[in-house]
């Protein structure tokens, strides 16, 4: 029905800043008459699928995970149907590929189960 399609990953060094995209297509209307909350998540070799930004898009009200409040953040621009997250000041630790995602539940949800819709994930890798 609809698809989200990541981008703006890339290779950055400590302390620099990216900002990623999701672009959503396909029935984008009835898409957003169903959703309620959007995410990004990240997910590094090895380890589980980490939440790290949410945005409920009814009231605006944006949340963030632990390891990146103060660091990222999560925004959108409904004349474009794309969905942002500027990531400033990248750590070593912010290595992962980076996923968009869609969800129904209308509260704060925070964890991988309780989104429905995926992009494939951009690749951010932060090193020296």
């Known amino acids: 029905q609809v698809q989200l399609v990541e981008s703006g990953g890339g290779l950055v060094q400590p302390g620099e800043s990216l900002r990623l995209s999701c672009a959503a297509s396909g029935r984008t209307e009835s898409f957003y008459s169903m959703v309620y909350s959007m995410g990004w998540f990240r997910q590094a070799p090895g380890k589980e699928r980490e939440f790290i930004a949410g945005l409920r898009l009814s009231v605006s009200d944006t949340f963030y995970g632990d390891s990146v409040k103060g660091r990222f953040t999560i925004s959108r621009d409904n004349t474009k149907n794309t969905l942002y997250l500027q990531m400033n000041n990248l750590k070593p630790d912010d290595t992962a590929v980076y996923l968009c995602?869609?969800?129904?539940?209308?509260?704060?949800?925070?964890?991988?189960?309780?989104?429905?819709?995926w992009g494939r994930g951009t690749q951010v890798t932060v090193s020296s």
């Open positions: 995602a869609a969800s129904k539940v209308p509260w704060r949800t925070y964890g991988a189960g309780t989104y429905d819709t």
